[in-house]
């Protein structure tokens, strides 16, 4: 059973993609010091710990890793880099293969309730529970080309920017990398002159539903995609409530579960 739940959830093709990235194991010379682990082990119980939402303690002993190796990892891993690298590296290989709509991008946001820890705050839509908010740009088809996290009180127009910003080069079928989109999709709550202008400065066309004029109905023909986005991600139930003290931590899940849920398109092409 360990077996099968082990392969279903990180399969031989994601695990090629994910080992080189890792950060390499070195001993001491005078010995002692962390011993060598199997870091497939441990990358998978993190998946678990990702889908299933369960807390680090309840880590199943089926997986051969204890609480102290797995936590140690992630925190290792994450200051590393991995999970950004590994998003990077999937969508490099569906843009290899034209699977990225870069037609447009669209940008939203959805907060959860955080028990604690930084990159929080009241959220107003909650009468002012404590929470975070998490911001997503996809490309046309709700593929996640960049996340961030915020404290619930921050307005989704000030992520606007780096969200955009933050679009990698993502390799191309031919020709060199790109990371512009033809338009930029969004709802009333990132509208504003300046952010018109911005995006035009960077010939990029804006596609942003105004405020008392347009209803959102239109953009709703787009908006639904990255609605499915937000939803995929969700899907992994430890970013629906947010647990992690460190506000980095709760990112790394997150970049970590938009990594698998592009993955996901691509294992469908190969299947």
Excluded at 2 to 30: G, N
Excluded at 135 to 157: I, M, R, T
Excluded at 177 to 182: A, D
Aim: aromatic share 8%; with cysteine.
């Amino acid at each position: 059973m360990r077996i099968d739940l082990s392969r279903r959830l990180v399969s031989d093709e994601l695990w090629e993609l994910t080992a080189p990235l890792l950060p390499r194991f070195t001993s001491r010379p005078q010995g002692g010091g962390t011993a060598p682990v199997d870091e497939r082990a441990v990358f998978t119980a993190m998946v678990y710990v990702l889908t299933s939402g369960c807390a680090w303690r309840y880590l199943p002993e089926s997986f051969g890793v204890s609480l102290a190796t797995a936590h140690r990892r992630f925190t290792a891993w994450t200051e590393a880099g991995l999970w950004r690298r590994l998003h990077r590296l999937v969508l490099d290989e569906l843009g290899a293969r034209g699977e990225l709509d870069w037609s447009s991008a669209i940008v939203d946001a959805a907060s959860v309730r955080a028990k604690r820890g930084s990159l929080t705050g009241p959220n107003p839509v909650d009468r002012g529970k404590k929470g975070s908010k998490l911001h997503v740009l996809s490309e046309a088809q709700g593929l996640p080309l960049v996340v961030a996290v915020s404290g619930a009180n921050l307005h989704d127009s000030q992520a606007f920017k780096p969200l955009i910003l933050g679009i990698p080069a993502v390799r191309s079928r031919r020709g060199p990398r790109r990371r512009r989109p033809v338009k930029i999709r969004a709802d009333k709550a990132y509208y504003s002159t300046e952010h018109l202008r911005w995006l035009r400065g960077r010939n990029l066309v804006p596609r942003i539903a105004r405020p008392g004029i347009e209803s959102g109905e239109r953009l709703g023909r787009h908006r639904w995609r990255i609605e499915r986005s937000i939803s995929w991600l969700f899907g992994y139930r430890r970013l629906t409530v947010r647990y992690e003290r460190k506000g980095s931590h709760f990112l790394a899940f997150l970049g970590l579960a938009a990594a698998l849920t592009c993955y996901k398109r691509l294992t469908k092409l190969t299947t």
